[in-house]
């Protein structure tokens, strides 16, 4: 696979405290990369460097092999905090960012992807009349509708409940399955990463590095329950130092 994103040698300080300290990787086209580690130890810094919306004091990021200087358009991100407007449909908040003439339909565009996240017959419906789980799906639909290359996740099924937690995981990985993305994932769930993720990298507390990388071989649908991935959850945990 041709490579998507590559992280070189990226540092970040705030007020003279190092956060981000030497990190190093790269991601291929259609990888889904998790990245799991301690709480505060920069995983969110490092999401907003790669993302384009922090610069590093030091390194550099390349998106198919162009510098990354600001947020590229290539990319798209998904946070635990949300996106969608709620003065506006989700029908409206879905043609929001089809701003240009080559998306042809912009109406039938936006309800393809509400049906494709299961929003078929909410169209018209605002987000104060959504449950928490629609809202996240009209999140994500927003995303997807504008055809990023590349997927930016930010703990962003945090804010659900288990169940819930569990039904995105699934709906991702079946758009997923449909419509072909890059991902970056930033989770402090190490279920989470496993279930959903091709590779993932580990970073040790504060100032971060990677401290360790996993290959997830396992064909979706996963269940965790699988005696290797229970080890795999065991080593990533002994990473982490629990």
Known sequence: MDTKIVVNQV??????????????FSIADGEFVAIVGPSGCGKSTLMKIVAGFERPDEGSVTIDGQALKKPSP????????????PWLTVQQNLMFGLNDNDHGDKAALADHYADMV???????????????????RAEIARALVV???????????SALDALM??????????????????????????????????????LSPRPTRIQASFKVEHPHPRKLSNPELQQLKEDILSQLGL
Request: aromatic share 8%; hydrophobic share 40%; net charge negative.
């Open 147 to 157: 055809k990023p290359e590349i997927l930016y996740m930010d703990e962003p099924f």
């Open 118 to 136: 299961g929003l078929k017959g909410f169209e018209n419906a605002y987000p104060h009349e959504l449950s928490g789980g629609m809202l996240k």
């Open 165 to 202: 937690n569990l039904k995105m995981r699934n709906e991702l990985l079946r758009v997923l399955s449909e419509e072909r993305h890059t991902v970056l994932l930033i989770t402090h769930d190490v279920e989470e990463a496993i279930y959903l993720a091709d590779r993932i990298l580990v």
């Open 74 to 85: 290539k990319g798209i991100v998904i946070s635990q905090h949300g996106s969608v407007f």
């Open 11 to 24: 540092r970040k300080k705030f007020n003279a405290l190092p956060v981000v300290d030497g990190v190093d």
